[in-house]
C-alpha cells in the first residue's frame, strides 16, 4: 500500500511536469511561428525592395543604353538635314567605335566630298556656266560621246572694237570687256542660254536640251538678244564714268546672228584641256551671220529655221536670200524686229512695204521693187537693207542676171 501511494504521488508529480513541459512546448512553438511569420514578412519585404531597386538601376541602364544608340541616330539625321538644306559645314562628333560611329565618319567624308564638288562649281563657274559643271559633276554628260541635237546657236560682236581699243589702255581695255561680258552673259544665263566662250570682244553661246526645253530654245535666243540690245543702253550710260569724260565718246553697238539647226554637241578639245561645245553648219551659219550685219547695216539677223521656231511672238523681216562662201544651201534670212505686240502701226507697214519689194525683185519686177523700197526709204531714210536690194535693183537695170536666176545673193566673203 506505501508503494503503491508512492507510485502515485509519483505519477501525479510527473503528470504535472509533463503538463509543464507541454505548456513550455506549447509557448515556445507559438513564439516560433510568430518569429518566423515576421521573418516572412521582412523577406517579402526585402524582396520589394531588391526588386525595385533591380527595376530602377535597369531602367536608368536602359535609358543609357537607349540614349547612347538613340543619340548619334540623332546626330546623323540632323546633320543629314543640315545638308539637304545647304548647309556643308555640318560635322558629326564621333565619340564611339561601333557600327554608328562607322556611318558617322562615313558621313563625314560624304560632306568633306560635297564642300569639294561645291568648291569646284563655285570657282569653275566662274569660267564654265554652272550647268556645265554640275551635269560634269554629276556626270550627267557623257566624258567622250557626242550627241546630234537640234539647237539655237548666237553669236554677238561689238562694232569697231579694234579701233576703239586704241585709245584705251590694258586695264581700261579689260575693265571695258568685263563689264560688257557680264552684263551680255547675265542676260544669256538669266534667259536659260550657256555662254560658250569669248573670243575677244565676241560671245558664242548656245540654246538647247538638256539646258532648255526642245520647244522654246529659238524664242529664249532672240528674247536674250532683244534684252541684250536693251542693256547696251546702260553699258554706254557707264562709259563716261571708266573714260573719266561725258562728250566726245566713242559709238558702242553689237551685232548679233542667230541660226538654229542640227549641231553635234560635247566634250571637244586634247586629253588636257576640253571643253562642252556645239559644232557643225549651224554654227558656221549664226557666225556668218553676225559678220553679215555689216552688210546690211542691221543689229540682229537670225536664219530662217530660227524664225520659223520662235513663232508669232516676234516679229521679224524678210531681209534677203544668201548663198554663203563655201556652201550650196540657201540660206533666207531675216531681221528680228522685237516683240510683235509692240511694233508700232509704221514699222508693221514698213515690213509689209519691204518684204513685197523683195518677193517683186525675185520675180525680176524692178519697177515695182524700186517703188516699194523707196517707199521704205521715205519713211526710215536710214534703212540700211532697202538701200542694199535698190542698188542692186540699179546693177541688174544695166546687167540683167542670168536665166535661171532665183533671186539669192551670192556671198563671195566668209
Not at 530660227?306 to 521679224?316: E, Y
Request: aromatic letters at 8%; glycine letters at 6%; hydrophobic letters at 45%.
Amino acid at each position: 500500500k506505501i508503494v503503491r501511494d508512492t507510485l502515485l504521488r509519483e505519477k501525479d508529480s510527473v503528470d504535472v511536469e509533463i503538463g509543464k513541459t507541454i505548456d513550455i512546448l506549447n509557448r515556445l512553438t507559438q513564439d516560433t511561428a510568430i518569429q518566423a511569420k515576421k521573418a516572412e514578412k521582412r523577406a517579402t519585404t526585402l524582396n520589394w525592395i531588391v526588386t525595385a531597386i533591380a527595376t530602377a538601376l535597369g531602367l536608368i541602364f536602359a535609358g543609357f543604353v537607349t540614349r547612347s544608340l538613340v543619340d548619334p541616330v540623332k546626330r546623323l539625321v540632323g546633320g543629314t538635314r543640315a545638308v539637304e538644306a545647304g548647309d556643308l559645314d555640318v560635322e558629326i562628333l564621333v565619340h564611339t567605335h561601333d557600327e554608328l560611329a562607322t556611318l558617322a565618319i562615313s558621313f563625314n567624308h560624304m560632306v568633306v566630298g560635297l564642300r569639294e564638288k561645291e568648291r569646284i562649281r563655285d570657282t569653275f563657274g566662274q569660267y564654265v556656266d554652272p550647268r556645265i559643271v554640275k551635269s560634269l559633276l554629276e556626270n550627267r554628260i557623257p566624258a567622250e560621246r557626242g550627241e546630234r541635237q537640234v539647237m539655237t546657236v548666237f553669236f554677238s560682236d561689238l562694232q569697231d572694237f579694234t579701233r576703239l581699243c586704241e585709245g584705251l589702255t590694258p586695264d581700261a581695255a579689260v575693265r571695258f570687256l568685263n563689264r560688257y561680258f557680264s552684263l551680255m552673259s547675265e542676260v544669256i544665263r538669266t534667259r536659260q542660254g550657256i555662254v560658250d566662250k569669248y573670243i575677244g570682244d565676241s560671245v558664242m553661246a548656245f540654246w538647247g536640251p538638256p539646258f532648255t526645253d526642245a520647244a522654246d530654245h529659238a524664242t529664249l535666243c532672240c528674247l536674250a538678244a532683244l534684252e541684250q540690245m536693251a542693256r547696251m543702253e546702260a553699258f554706254r550710260a557707264w562709259l563716261p564714268e571708266m573714260f573719266g569724260v561725258a562728250h566726245g565718246l566713242p559709238v558702242v553697238n553689237v551685232r548679233m546672228g542667230i541660226a538654229s539647226g542640227e549641231v553635234t554637241v560635247g566634250n571637244i578639245g586634247s586629253e588636257t584641256s576640253r571643253g562642252y561645245t556645239v559644232i557643225g553648219d549651224t554654227v558656221n551659219l549664226a557666225s556668218r551671220l553676225e559678220q553679215a550685219n555689216k552688210f546690211y547695216g542691221t543689229r540682229i539677223l537670225v536664219s530662217e529655221a530660227t524664225r520659223n521656231l520662235a513663232g508669232d511672238t516676234l516679229a521679224f523681216r524678210e531681209i534677203d536670200s544668201l548663198r554663203v562662201a563655201g556652201k550650196l544651201e540657201t540660206v533666207r534670212v531675216y531681221e528680228l524686229l522685237g516683240i510683235a505686240t509692240e511694233l508700232s502701226k509704221s514699222d508693221r507697214q514698213r515690213v509689209q512695204a519691204y518684204e513685197a519689194g523683195l518677193a517683186h525683185y525675185r520675180a525680176r519686177d524692178w519697177d515695182a521693187a524700186e517703188a516699194a523700197f523707196r517707199a521704205c526709204l521715205a519713211d526710215a531714210p536710214s534703212d540700211r537693207p532697202s538701200q542694199v536690194i535698190l542698188e542692186r535693183v540699179a546693177a541688174f537695170r544695166q546687167a540683167p542676171p542670168e536665166v535661171g536666176w532665183d533671186g539669192v545673193w551670192v556671198a563671195l566673203s566668209k
